[in-house]
């Protein structure tokens, strides 16, 4: 099934034809309504007037997410706050969170490509949908629980954690969609086991997983231990949210909903275009948004696009699986941790220069952080004492920071890999 | 009558401590008095050194995380009750013992202390007739 025919198989260019048009419109507020963008335009010598299709796209400025930070909270906004009838943010660096905002006509799209994304992975409005994204400031929750009520399935907002009653109630009340991330879903597949619970006797029949990057072996796990089908979504709540793109019935690639967030794959060092087909950052112009419009926004996930047409019908673009980064961000439990944010953290506890090294692994399917320090200078003790509440407390700062739990280990120094006087500061230990 | 007690960092791999103690060795240095603090992923290697400094400088060298601790060495007679009373006259005054660590000697017993208050733990116990080792006896008794 198809939620959106019209826009979801239009002809290449026919859809061209509607992005230019909607291209133009939106250069026209933004360069009028947001500083930000006036000033980057001009200082490239560019007026509205200059861009009159979808093939001016690679003469705009790009937007980085420390642009989002510097114009910390509102600034990119290109409508009153009256307008506004939501906001999001993201974890933070440095303290400062990506601010993000919705107008009722937002929040009615993001819903669009919610239930868009849904409906290409087979959910039906009969379906019960069971999410355990986080409800609050993350984008999961709230964005599948529009997607979901637009189709007109069942919604049951459990939020994340709380497994023993994620399984009953799944049982009970009959879910038969699970969205949440890949590695949530193989600890509840897991802790089903050891509850006695066999997935075979549940009503589970799909399921929507993003918020982190995930491997089509991981896939397989997932779909032989829950039987059932594992659907990629994509999202980021700077374009929207989750539903920027999905995997249909199909599985073979991600469609962006292309209508509504114009993709693009640059190389990351020179910023030009890369030739179809070949690995590039994702770089997103979201062209119908109205409180925070992005112009070739980058979202440092490596990825190729395909614009050949899917066997499901539909003429959207195919997005591969995102298979890295462009940056050194880390996805952990479906939270983005740069590893500045924790140097920053340490930085601010000793007045030495800390080396630390971050050792991500997935044990029992859920993502675990160490961040080894290194004892050196003020942060040697002689007492034990001192030293666990040294580790407590960076232990308690890292976490506050990050807004997930760590474990912290005391290495002595020199213990962390230098290569050419540069420490090496992640050890990535998820087969991702 | 203070006494620099060298402390180590040591994650618990093994072959860590003999390399501590064969660095010593090879530089001459002695040593008169040691302890292991230890947790589940790391210790903390506390001595009492013939040339202190000398190893301070060598192991900070060689990378290793140490440290300078004031410590005492209080001399009590190797009987029942002779600990007890001494660490009496200290609590009694409300000094805190932060650790220790012991050894007899024959008739004596030699006992190394940190306390929260170096200074006057000093008075208390000359003050009490008790005896506190200097650094350069410990390896002489």
Not at chain 2, 50 to 72: I, P, Q
Request: charged fraction near 25%; aromatic fraction near 6%.
């Amino acid at each position: 099934m198809i939620w959106n025919e019209h826009k979801e198989c239009m002809s290449r260019e026919e859809l061209r034809i509607l992005q230019g048009k909607r291209l133009c419109e939106m250069v026209e507020r933004v360069y009028h309504n947001v500083p930000f963008y006036r000033k980057k335009m001009q200082e490239l010598g560019l007026e509205p007037g200059d861009i009159k299709g979808i093939d001016d796209l690679p003469k705009l400025p790009f937007t980085t997410k420390q642009d989002l930070r510097d114009n910390y909270p509102y600034n990119l906004f290109a409508v009153p706050m009256s307008e506004v009838v939501r906001v999001h943010a993201s974890s933070g660096t440095t303290g400062r969170p990506t601010v993000v905002g919705y107008t009722r006509k937002d929040i009615s799209t993001w819903s669009e490509v919610v239930a868009r994304c849904l409906i290409s992975s087979g959910v039906k409005k009969n379906d019960i949908i069971q999410i355990a994204y986080g409800y609050g400031l993350f984008t999961g929750g709230l964005g599948l629980h529009y997607g979901s009520e637009k189709v007109g399935a069942t919604v049951i907002p459990i939020s994340g954690g709380n497994t023993k009653k994620q399984i009953q109630l799944m049982k009970d009340f009959g879910s038969t969609v699970l969205a949440c991330t890949p590695s949530y879903a193989l600890y509840l597949a897991e802790s089903m086991e050891e509850m006695g619970i066999n997935p075979k006797d549940l009503k589970l029949r799909v399921g929507i997983f993003g918020a982190e990057p995930w491997t089509e072996e991981m896939r397989k796990e997932i779909e032989k231990k829950l039987n059932i089908k594992a659907i990629d979504i994509y999202g980021l709540s700077e374009v929207i949210g989750p539903g920027v793109s999905c995997e249909c019935e199909m599985q073979k690639g991600l469609h962006i909903q292309e209508d509504h967030f114009i993709p693009e794959t640059i190389d990351p060092n020179t910023l030009e275009p890369v030739s179809n087909g070949q690995v590039g950052e994702l770089v997103f112009t979201t062209v119908t948004k109205e409180a925070l419009p992005l112009l070739r926004y980058r979202t440092r996930d490596l990825t190729t696009l395909n614009y050949e047409k899917c066997e499901c019908g539909r003429t959207l673009v195919r997005m591969e699986k995102c298979t890295g980064r462009s940056d050194d961000m880390l996805i952990i439990r479906g939270v983005n941790v740069f590893p500045s944010q924790i140097e920053s953290v340490l930085l601010n506890m000793g007045e030495t220069n800390p080396h630390y090294l971050l050792i991500v692994d997935r044990i029992n399917n859920l993502d675990v952080l160490e961040v080894w320090v290194e004892v050196e200078g003020s942060f040697f003790s002689d007492e034990i004492r001192k030293l666990e509440s040294l580790t407590a407390r960076i232990k308690h700062q890292i976490e506050s920071t990050l807004g997930i739990s760590v474990k912290v280990k005391l290495v002595e120094p020199k213990t962390i890999e230098r290569t050419e006087g540069k420490a090496k500061r992640v050890i990535d230990k998820r087969k991702i | 009558m203070i006494i620099k007690q060298l402390s180590v960092f040591l994650e618990n791999k093994s072959g860590r401590l003999t390399e501590v103690t064969k660095i010593l060795g090879d530089l001459g240095i002695n040593i008169s008095a040691l302890s292991i603090a230890d947790t589940a992923e790391y210790g903390i290697l506390r001595m009492i050194l013939t040339d202190t400094d000398k190893a301070y400088k060598a192991l900070s060298e060689k990378g290793f995380s140490v440290s300078l601790t004031d410590v005492l060495c209080l001399k009590v007679p190797h009987v029942p009750g002779a600990l007890a009373k001494a660490l009496e006259i200290l609590s009694k005054k409300g000094i805190s013992v932060e650790y220790m660590y012991a050894f007899e000697v024959g008739e004596q017993a030699l006992v190394i202390i940190k306390t929260d208050d170096i200074k006057k733990s000093i008075d208390l116990i000359t003050s009490n007739e008790m005896e506190l080792i200097k650094a350069s006896e410990i390896d002489q008794i």
